[in-house]
């Protein structure tokens, strides 16, 4: 199983489980990303934070550390 963080730029992966917890798994969901939604990979920043990503038809950032707490196929 990969991350969001290891999807190529221009990819779109499943996604399939959160590993965080707490707050931070919340924010995550609150921003729409939850299991079973597809997620397209826009734009990585040059150091890799922050991850431009497209969920439901928004645009959104994550940072990197975020990024590795989703789990996609």
């Known amino acids: 199983m990969k991350t ?3 999807v190529p730029v221009g990819g ?3 996604v399939t489980k959160l590993t965080g917890e707490g ?3 919340r924010r995550i969901m609150d921003m729409g990303i939850t299991k079973g939604v ?3 990979v826009r734009k990585v920043a040059p150091l890799g934070d922050p ?3 497209t969920v439901r038809g928004y645009e959104l950032s ?3 550390a975020d990024a590795e707490m989703i789990l996609v196929e």
Do not use: S
């Open 62 to 64: 994550l940072r990197k």
């Open 23 to 25: 707050p931070v798994k």
């Open 12 to 14: 779109t992966a499943k």
């Open 4 to 6: 969001l963080r290891e």
């Open 38 to 40: 597809e997620v397209y």
């Open 51 to 53: 991850v431009e990503v």
